[in-house]
């Protein structure tokens, strides 16, 4: 971000273009940034192969064959000296989360760093509202802020064994839905059985940055029902407008 409020172009090789809006994890940064991606798709120049979206900053991916790199910088220009109101409406997400056994493997462990009960933790945890700042490291793994300052411990200090598909986690002050097993520094607090990412569906990614998400505790027989439902093609997470 320059002095006078307007944002960073940087060149990142031969074919993309970054616009920075920021240096800070910070709501209304991460406004800009999707302000900005949904006035391209409204405004698609020839060329223009792909946007993705960051905490801060904007990666614009073009084919300099057909979009040149000033004629591009100029059009980010235009759109970004003016009203920065996001086009499209966030929509808030309902998650169902099991945080009963085996699924908060990790629950006890972080009742004892903070000093609270196992009750507490799953308190605080559905008690927040996440906003999705971006998706990173592997298909649908969306980075939740919003995590309450309590909850904040830091990561592991290694790796550890892959966790299921859907584990619900928290580390380094965010939170997160697993979309595939891997391996992980997080601490698992339970399980969802909502897919965020599912190949499978026409809308593999079903939520998107700038919507938020909020959990809500469910029983162990619950999620076997739940789970069952998503199996079989239905959306078990319920969408409600943000307003």
Known sequence: ????????????????????????????????????????????????????????????????????????????????????????????????????????????????????????????????TYRVYMYGFAPGFAYLGGLPEVLAVPRRPSPRPPHPTNAVMIGGGLAAVATVPMPTGWYVLGATPSKLYAPERTESFFVSPGDEIRFEAIDAASFASLAIREAAGERVARREEVH
């Open 1 to 128: 971000m320059t002095e006078n409020g307007t944002p960073r172009l940087l060149d990142a090789g031969e074919a993309a273009l970054v616009v920075e809006f920021g240096t800070m994890v910070d709501p209304s940064i991460s406004d800009r940034v999707l302000a900005l991606d949904d006035a391209l798709a409204a405004n698609r120049p020839a060329g223009l192969t792909e946007t993705v979206p960051t905490y801060r900053s904007l990666m614009i991916h073009y084919d300099p064959l057909i979009l040149d790199r000033e004629t591009l910088a100029g059009h980010v220009r235009d759109l970004t000296g003016g009203d920065t109101a996001r086009a499209t409406t966030p929509a808030r997400w309902i998650l169902p989360c099991c945080y009963e056994a085996p699924h908060g493997e990790d629950l006890a462990a972080v009742a004892d760093l903070i000093g609270q009960t196992v009750d507490r933790v799953a308190a605080l945890h559905t008690g927040g």
